[in-house]
């Protein structure tokens, strides 16, 4: 209960702090403020989730064989948790984290990304407010070039239980081969490479809008993000001509503290050359540049909001993750085709469909290898709902009445003698 109480109050702390937290991810990460106030939102809703969820956390009574003896089951806190969190969303990764582990007993260190550590400690001194006693949620920021050090450490000590993080898959496998030694509970929610398919029996305006929010919130930086599109040869051409009308129509490119802007900066120079990559890739192979297609007259690390037509699998940008606002669209025959390309790959966080066909939905959705399908709708994430992947995209999940088992023993006691 007083877990419950102190973990409410941090949420309506944040509630009353919103603009200004909002402004922080704004300066420190470059999203609109709009989408900034919107995670603010969605991160706060965490800690009220799990403020409630902190006192469902149920055991068991199981009927025993013997007749002197009783079975009980007990949930219990695992203990320290490392919590390791991206640029991307520096504020909702570590709610989502930190809400379950203090709703469970937990306490955590805090590793936050080195783009991105205002927030985290904006997240603190909210904490501190609330009635967090000191030293139950702990930030240790560093710069770059002590992030591997740092996340080792945090991975092998022995006081620390349980290790969650956010990022890309190839960090998540050291982090893991690290936790390894002293085999420690993880939770790895890691890259991934999203198939978006729309399917002839498909609403195209509905299509499109679930398209531009999934493809270019936070200028297609979020890990659920689309990066295929996979459209069917009889709705394709009729796709991409509206796609790219209402790129060039809805889509502003601007400081992300201008009211009007819809696209902010790329974190860093490197994610600008890697969509420059991906794109001078496809070309050089063929496909074709609808709309956008290079950095913005701004400068510095906006990008154009692109859209590529005459896709092919054989090229890099849907063989990884390009991570920026670059949409290409593969033509295709039949949904096994459809299907087939979109499990391609080593990873499965998201998937998205456009359907109007029941049995095709139900199909689909079952035969899609991901842990999460969005069905005529780009945006699914939500506090209720648990947020996680197959395959090389990761290992547990967040959100939902099951996240807060990541941060639970499960304890098995045997009375005797009775």
Not at 1 to 20: C, F, I, T
Not at 315 to 325: I, V, Y
Request: glycine share 10%; hydrophobic share 40%.
């Amino acid at each position: 209960q007083e877990r419950s109480a102190r973990l409410r109050r941090w949420y309506e702390l944040m509630v009353e702090n919103k603009g200004e937290l909002a402004r922080i991810i704004t300066a420190e990460n470059g999203k609109p403020l709009k989408e900034a106030e919107g995670e603010i939102m969605y991160s706060a809703s965490f800690l009220e989730w799990y403020a409630e969820e902190a006192r469902r956390i149920y055991g068991d009574v199981i009927p025993a064989a013997a007749k002197d003896k009783r079975i009980l089951v007990l949930k219990q806190p695992v203990g320290v948790a490392a919590i390791i969190t991206p640029w991307n969303f520096p504020s909702a990764m570590i709610t989502r984290k930190v809400g379950a582990a203090l709703a469970a007993g937990c306490t955590v260190v805090v590793k936050p990304a080195e783009d991105t550590p205002l927030s985290a400690l904006a997240l603190g001194e909210l904490a501190n407010q609330a009635g967090i006693l000191a030293g139950v949620y702990n930030v240790v920021p560093c710069s770059r070039q002590q992030a591997a050090a740092v996340g080792e450490v945090l991975c092998t000590d022995p006081l620390v239980s349980k290790v969650s993080f956010t990022g890309s898959t190839a960090t998540g496998k050291i982090l893991l081969k690290h936790a390894a030694g002293t085999v420690k509970r993880v939770s790895m929610e890691l890259g991934g490479h999203a198939p978006f398919i729309v399917f002839d029996s498909a609403n195209v305006d509905r299509a499109v809008a679930g398209a531009l929010a999934s493809k270019y919130r936070n200028s297609g930086q979020t890990c659920v993000c689309t990066n295929r599109f996979l459209v069917q040869k009889g709705i394709h051409d009729e796709f991409v001509e509206r796609f790219a009308k209402a790129i060039e129509k809805e889509l502003h490119v601007g400081n992300g503290f201008d009211e009007k802007t819809t696209q902010g900066p790329l974190i860093n120079e490197k994610a600008v050359e890697k969509v420059e990559k991906h794109i001078k890739d496809a070309v050089s192979q063929g496909a074709s540049i609808v709309t956008g297609g290079k950095r913005h007259s701004l400068g510095k690390n906006f990008f154009e909001p692109t859209l590529l037509s005459n896709v092919t699998t054989k090229m890099l940008c849907t063989q990884e993750e390009t991570f920026g606002p670059l949409a290409p669209v593969i033509k295709f025959d039949t949904e096994a085709e459809a299907v087939a390309i979109a499990n391609a790959t080593n990873v499965g966080l998201a998937g998205y469909f456009y359907s109007q066909d029941p049995a095709q939905i139900w199909r689909v959705a079952e035969q899609m290898e991901v842990g999460m399908v969005g069905v005529n709708e780009g945006i699914i994430s939500s506090v209720e709902c648990p947020f996680g992947g197959v395959k090389e995209s990761g290992l547990g999940r967040e959100g939902s009445k099951y996240g807060i088992d990541e941060y639970l023993e499960i304890k098995y006691v045997c009375f005797g003698g009775l």
